[in-house]
């Protein structure tokens, strides 16, 4: 596995590589959940860049850009050992310059939900991903459904910008008993993660009155909030593929959201349904 860090070498030795490029772009501290959307690269593409790189422009004042988890060593082994061909770990100043030409998540897809928690998080993200998406120029690029609106947006990015990338979408990745995998699990102690587990648990709840054909958006999310008692809910949404808001599910076409802070972690989840 090579691993470059200089954006111009990396440009310049992608210049030789022949056939379809998957791109897997991370924050590290890789996980199963990392480990699937690598898998699929794999099985489509033929060759496969993974790229870690905590991004400052997405953390807000007071987030946990500085103690983000990190564990360089095992990441390069877990790459290696998934078959990686090529993984790109820049520094802050690869990637930044002093006085940044910026891009901004649109005001309403961006601003809301994720965005209404963390504002200007979006607008970071897709700095990122097209910064990245420009050096690396994938054929394919692969995202976690776990992360259902940045997906949304970088999705409706690559369609407006009009660029020629394929965005895959990769189902979420959870723990037997139900917990969905994320770097920042490592921060949660025995009983935070015990507590935890409302998150998926509200979910498949959710999913058990869908099949029971209870559809009312209201119903569903008031007893979604019943599970999540007493952790601080910052969402539960209810929305279709478009991230439009919806009072009544339609299967095959909606989402059902939860954000919930548990200790001092935030903890993202979704049901695709
Ligand atoms: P991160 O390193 O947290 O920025 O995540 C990198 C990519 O992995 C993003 O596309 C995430 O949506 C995806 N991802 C994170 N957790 C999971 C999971 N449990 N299952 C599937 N994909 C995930």
Same mark, same amino acid.
């Given at each position: ?15 030789e590589?022949?056939?379809? #490029? ?8 890789? %996980?199963?959940? %990392? ?5 699929? &690269?794999?099985?489509?593409s033929?060759?496969?860049?993974v790229?870690?790189? *905590? ?7 007071? $987030?946990?850009?500085?103690? =983000? @988890? ?13 078959? #990686? ?12 310059g ?12 961006? =601003? ?8 200007? %998080? ?6 990122? #991903? ?39 979408? *990769? ?8 917990? &969905? ?10 009983d935070?993660r015990? $507590? ?7 979910? %498949?709840?959710a ?11 209201e !119903? ?9 008692? @007493? ?5 539960? &949404? ?16 909606? *989402?059902?959201?939860? $954000?919930? !802070?548990?200790g ?6 979704n049901i695709?349904?």
């Amino acid at each position: 596995m090579k691993i470059i860090s200089d954006v111009l070498e990396l440009k310049t030795y992608l210049k030789e590589q022949k056939g379809k #490029v998957g791109f897997v772009p991370t924050m590290g501290a890789l %996980h199963d959940g %990392h480990l699937s959307l690598i898998k699929r &690269a794999k099985e489509e593409s033929e060759f496969v860049i993974v790229s870690i790189f *905590v991004n400052p422009t997405q953390f807000l004042a007071g $987030e946990d850009f500085d103690k =983000y @988890p990190s564990r360089d060593e095992a990441d390069k082994k877990i790459c290696e050992v998934a078959g #990686v061909d090529l993984l790109f770990l820049p520094q802050i100043e690869d990637i930044y310059g002093r006085d940044e030409v910026s891009l901004s998540a649109p005001n309403i897809r961006g =601003y809301v939900l994720e965005g209404a928690t963390r504002p200007g %998080h979006f607008s970071g993200v897709l700095t990122v #991903v097209n910064k990245l998406f420009n050096i690396v120029n994938p054929d394919l690029a692969y995202f976690g459904k776990k992360d259902a609106q940045q997906l949304n947006l970088i999705t409706l990015m690559v369609k407006q910008l009009f660029m020629d990338i394929t965005i895959v979408p *990769v189902d979420t990745v959870r723990e037997s008993d139900g917990l &969905a995998l994320s770097s920042r699990n490592i921060y949660l102690s025995k009983d935070e993660r015990v $507590e935890a587990l409302k998150i998926s648990k509200s979910l %498949h709840e959710a999913s058990i009155l869908v099949s029971k054909n209870i559809l009312e958006a209201e !119903l569903i999310m008031e007893k979604m909030l019943e599970i999540l008692q @007493p952790l601080d809910v910052g969402y539960v &949404a209810i929305l279709d593929r478009e991230f439009n808001f919806i009072k009544s599910v339609e299967i095959g076409k909606s *989402v059902i959201l939860v $954000e919930a !802070l548990v200790g001092d972690t935030r903890l993202l989840d979704n049901i695709w349904i």
